[in-house]
């Protein structure tokens, strides 16, 4: 069973890789959601969103950092 987290009340922060222009790339995170690091693109607040396991976000970071992602 397919279950969908409530994320109606997620505080969401921008990625400090970001930058401030218009038409950056960006990233935001909920670093307050128990078990899991929803993922979304700013620009797109209202598409997918990216849920990763809480265990599987610092090595998803560091692969980012160091080009391997």
Known sequence: ???TPDLS????RK???SGNQ??????EVCDDFPGAV???D???TN???LMLDGA???????????GSL
């Open 22 to 27: 218009a038409g950056d790339e960006c990233v």
């Open 9 to 12: 009340t997620a505080r969401w």
């Open 42 to 44: 700013s620009k797109e």
């Open 15 to 17: 990625s400090s890789f």
């Open 47 to 49: 598409g997918p969103i």
């Open 1 to 3: 069973m397919r279950v």
């Open 38 to 40: 929803p993922v979304r």
């Open 56 to 66: 599987a976000w610092q090595p998803f970071v560091d692969g980012v950092k160091d």
